[in-house]
């Protein structure tokens, strides 16, 4: 093999040694989840595995085929300019403070309004907020889709991953005991 392609498999090697020891540390954790969960040694044994899975895969196409793959895709591949021909230069991009400044008022109310109001009626009004600050000002639009966005998570994190969320304080958390009790989390 070589030495381009040695240089290019080195880093998916270092990492694949060092997620697999961490898989064989995962494998010694000594807690078992209650009969039919979860417990919490499957998250990192499966993103572990994912990182593994990926090195591997990575370390398989460097050598055998030995060129980049850029994430591009077709598109990239299009617009290349051709050989010998000077690089285009970059669209000047705007800029936009004042929504990076809201993004961030938003993002620094949600940090404290979590507590108070929960997870739920904190988070569906950030989503709406942040895609409405984003640029996206269709309304009918944004409102469905920051409320199943915000449902979406509580399923993935009260139902999938089995993770305790902010209810909030009275009379909010009634809002969050509700939801619970509608998606069966007890």
């Known amino acids: 093999m070589r030495s381009d392609r040695m240089l290019r498999i080195a880093?998916?090697?270092?990492?694949?040694?060092?997620?697999?020891?961490?898989?064989?540390?995962?494998?010694?954790?000594?807690?078992?989840?209650?009969?039919?969960r979860i417990g919490p040694d499957f998250w990192p044994k499966m993103v572990l595995g994912l990182l593994i899975a990926v090195c591997l895969y990575e370390i398989v196409?460097?050598?055998?085929?030995?060129?980049?793959?850029s994430s591009g895709g077709l598109v990239s591949t299009m617009?290349?300019?051709p050989s010998g021909a000077a690089e285009p230069e970059p669209p000047a991009g705007r800029s936009y403070p004042l929504r990076l400044l809201l993004a961030i008022g938003a993002t620094v109310a949600y940090t404290a309004l979590v507590p108070i109001a929960g997870f739920f009626l904190a988070t569906f009004p950030y989503l709406a907020v942040f895609i409405y600050v984003g640029g996206y000002r269709r309304l009918p639009v944004v409102v469905p889709v920051a409320l199943f966005g915000t449902l979406m998570m509580l399923f993935f994190f009260w139902r999938v991953a089995y993770v305790s969320l902010p209810i909030g304080r009275e009379p909010f958390s009634s809002v969050s005991l509700l939801l619970m009790q509608a998606m069966g989390v007890r």
Do not use: C, E, N
């Open 61 to 69: 196409k460097i050598g055998l085929f030995g060129r980049d793959r």
């Open 11 to 36: 880093p998916y090697v270092a990492v694949l040694a060092i997620a697999t020891y961490l898989l064989h540390k995962a494998g010694q954790i000594d807690y078992f989840g209650p009969p039919g």
């Open 79 to 81: 617009s290349a300019p």
